[in-house]
C-alpha cells in the first residue's frame, strides 16, 4: 500500500520561510514523479509545483515561481518543497501526490497522480 505522510506545515509571518517533506512508502519512491497542490478555504485545489521522477525536470505555478523549489532524495524517498519569500495568499493546506505512471514527466494535471497524502497546514500572517 502506498503512503505519502506530509510535514513541516506551520504558521509563518510574510516574508517568511517553510520547508515541507513527504515521505513516500509502499513502492519504488525514483520511479515516479511527484507533485504538490494545495488548497486554500473555499478554493478548488490547485497545482503547486511537480518533479520528473530523476529530479532532471521541474515545472512551477506561475504564482509561486521564483518563491518555490521543489526537490527530492530518492535515497530517503522523500520530496521537498522549499517556500521562501511567503504571502498572506500562500496561506492553504499544501497536499503531495505521487504520480501514476512509471518514468514521468513533471505535470500540473492532478489526474496524473494516483496517491495522496493527509496534507499539512501552511499559513502566513501579513
Known amino acids: 500500500q502506498v503512503q505519502l505522510v506530509e510535514s513541516g506545515g506551520g504558521l509563518v509571518q510574510a516574508g517568511g520561510s517553510l520547508r515541507l517533506s513527504c515521505v513516500t512508502s509502499g513502492r519504488t519512491f525514483g520511479n515516479y514523479a511527484m507533485g504538490w497542490f494545495r488548497q486554500a478555504p473555499g478554493k478548488d485545489r490547485e497545482f503547486v509545483s511537480s518533479i520528473s521522477w530523476s529530479g532532471g525536470s521541474t515545472a512551477y505555478a506561475d504564482s509561486v515561481k521564483g518563491r518555490f523549489t521543489i526537490s527530492r532524495d530518492n535515497a530517503k524517498n522523500t520530496v521537498y518543497l522549499q517556500m521562501n519569500s511567503l504571502k498572506p495568499e500562500d496561506t492553504a493546506v499544501y497536499y503531495c501526490?505521487?504520480?501514476?505512471?512509471?518514468?514521468?514527466?513533471?505535470?500540473?494535471?492532478?489526474?496524473?497522480?494516483?496517491?495522496w497524502g493527509q496534507g499539512t497546514q501552511v499559513t502566513v500572517s501579513s
Open positions: 501526490a505521487a504520480g501514476r505512471r512509471i518514468y514521468s514527466s513533471p505535470t500540473y494535471n492532478d489526474k496524473e497522480y494516483g496517491y
